[in-house]
């Protein structure tokens, strides 16, 4: 297997040990060094299989100092191998700075196809998995937080969160005040032994006193689903315009492009008000 100059990003299993695939225990076996963001959690996979590759940590607080080293080692020839606690690295864990900088400096990266926890919390939930957007953890600050709801409340693909257990109920309650009361799956400890689903409605899960809030959770939320406008909402809206001074030609207009709906049924009701 020819692993020169080349850095390796490799998942590792999110619960079950056998999640591993025989790719990724080659890889870590082949390379020369393996950055782990914690090289004690770490360690006992690397003994479960053999590997017995130098592992050298890398974390947040360490990541701007080891980039540099890590571009001298590959300069060398040397091939690196980085592994998170769990899942696949870079994704809501540290990473991200180290890929630009092995990138910029011309150096190929390869991700290994493995294990993460959203996608198949994803494709069990139920939601549609077809069209999605992931954001992880949500910043702490509340400003923050807020400011994402407002670029996505409107968005119609389903929506994907990881949550802390120590605030489930309060974030829940934070979906719920932002985004209404849509459908939405909490996926618990993926791949682990007490892997379970809660299906219902943000306010359901928020109200739910029999779930067991110790563990890892990905929320799963339904996209924005544009409500269907009706004879009656065409009515009111008519109603209203004509009562602020437009004509009813310009208040049938106007209806039709708010509501999208077909100019001969507003026109019909408009005729119908017009009479009464």
Do not use: W
């Not at 540099?68 to 690196?80: A, V």
């Not at 809501?92 to 990266?109: C, H, Q, T, Y």
């Not at 919390?121 to 709801?149: N, Q, W």
């Not at 209806?255 to 999208?260: D, N, P, R, Y």
Request: glycine share 6%; with cysteine.
């Amino acid at each position: 297997m020819n692993t020169k100059a080349i850095l390796y990003l490799v998942p590792t299993p999110i619960g079950n040990l056998q999640d591993m695939t025989f790719r990724a225990i080659q890889t870590l076996k082949d390379v020369t060094l393996i950055l782990a963001e914690d090289t004690r959690t770490s360690g006992f996979l690397l003994k479960h299989y053999e590997i017995r590759t130098p592992m050298q940590s890398y974390h947040k607080h360490n990541e701007r100092k080891r980039c540099s080293e890590i571009i001298e080692r590959l300069k060398k020839g040397d091939s690196i191998a980085l592994i998170s606690d769990a899942g696949t690295p870079v994704i809501s864990d540290p990473g991200e700075l180290l890929v630009k900088e092995v990138i910029a400096n011309d150096f190929e990266v390869i991700c290994l196809p493995g294990a993460t926890a959203f996608v198949p919390a994803l494709v069990a939930s139920g939601l549609c998995p077809s069209k999605f957007s992931f954001h992880g953890f949500l910043p702490e600050k509340l400003k923050d937080k807020t400011a994402i709801m407002e670029n996505i409340k409107e968005n119609s693909e389903t929506l994907i969160f990881y949550i802390s257990p120590h605030n489930i109920s309060s974030e829940l309650e934070f979906f719920l005040n932002h985004l209404g009361n849509r459908k939405a799956v909490l996926a618990k400890e993926i791949s682990k032994f007490h892997e379970t689903f809660y299906r219902g409605t943000l306010e359901s899960l928020m109200k739910d006193d029999t779930m067991n809030r110790k563990g890892e959770f990905v929320l799963i939320i339904e996209g924005f689903v544009q409500k269907q406008a009706n004879s009656l909402d065409a009515e009111q809206m008519l109603i209203k315009l004509l009562s602020e001074g437009l004509s009813g030609k310009d208040a049938v207009t106007e209806t039709v492009s708010a509501l999208k709906l077909r100019k001969n049924i507003v026109y019909d009701i408009y005729t119908k008000l017009k009479k009464a």
